[in-house]
């Protein structure tokens, strides 16, 4: 939502400027200027990124004007979640989470939790981390030694995307120059047509400048900051699962564990411990 806001101030503020100066929007207006700054950034954006980048990109734009998956509600039902499997393991015996963890959209546990299931990532290192516990013989420092392998793993692939907008972001204001120069260049073409016409196509060269500085730090460089600022948000939602199962390897008791989750979780989504304690209660 607020993205979208921004993004409409931004323009709003520019444009109505420009009006209030006495301006006239029109001439902002220089198709050629358009085709060659923002054909050759995406041609950029083809060359240094493969197709499966290339559509994370593509999502990750998409998942600005939605914001996080994550939230406080997110957390109290990971929380409930492995409340509710540590519970069943303490009572039932390790070996009878094989269920549950091997096909989790079957589970009768953790199919209650959707915002949980959506979570591809989560779902995976959890019940992944779950089948090396049942397996045995893992030390607990070897077990977080794994987790933080994984953690980092899907951290480095997650910041690509945001990565590669920035680098396009960053090459705007170079492509404005490139396409001003173009406009020079033709400017030159046309010396004897009169001041008039020599006016008409500096002011057009000038638009290229300003349209690779504005598309640089008024749009695709705010995109990509929000992008990698919602892969960080998420990737600490898996912190949160790390400390929770850890605690358990360790053999704490389920309320103990998910309070090592709690703990691990950033202030603006964490929940008070009396807010988990009565959630976990009404399961």
């Known amino acids: 939502m607020f993205v979208i806001v921004g993004i409409v101030l931004v323009f709003g503020a520019l444009l109505g400027g420009f009006i209030m100066a006495g301006g006239n929007p029109l001439t902002l207006i220089v198709i050629p200027e358009y085709v060659i700054i923002i054909g050759a950034a995406v041609g950029s954006l083809l060359i240094a990124n493969p197709l499966p980048i290339l559509i994370k990109i593509i999502n990750g734009v998409l998942g600005t004007l939605k914001g996080p998956k994550v939230n406080k509600q997110a957390y109290l039902d990971l929380m409930k979640m492995m409340y509710e499997i540590f519970q069943f393991a303490k009572r039932e015996g390790l ?18 939790y959707p915002s949980f299931l959506s979570n591809h990532h989560a779902v995976d290192f959890f019940c992944d981390t779950l089948k090396v516990v049942l397996s045995g013989g893992v030390p607990a420092h070897d077990l977080e030694d794994l987790m933080d392998m994984d953690i980092e793993a899907l951290e480095h692939d997650e910041e690509i995307p945001p990565a590669s907008l920035q680098v396009m972001a960053d090459a705007f204001p170079g492509l404005g120059i490139v396409a001003a120069v173009l406009g020079i ?47 960080a948000k998420e990737g600490k939602y898996l912190i949160a699962i790390k400390a929770g199962l850890l605690s358990f390897a360790k053999g704490a008791p389920a309320m103990v564990a998910i309070e090592y989750s709690r703990r691990s979780i950033d202030p603006e989504n964490r929940p008070s411990f009396k807010e988990t304690e009565e959630a976990v209660k009404k399961g």
């Open 185 to 231: 260049i033709i400017t030159m073409g046309s010396i004897n047509e009169g001041a008039e016409a020599v006016g008409h196509h500096v002011a057009s060269a000038l638009v290229g400048t300003f349209l690779g500085v504005l598309l640089s730090y008024g749009l695709f460089g705010p995109l990509a900051s929000q992008m990698s600022k919602i892969v």
């Open 95 to 112: 070996i009878a989470l094989e269920q549950h963890i091997e096909n989790p959209s079957q589970s009768s546990i953790i199919s209650k």
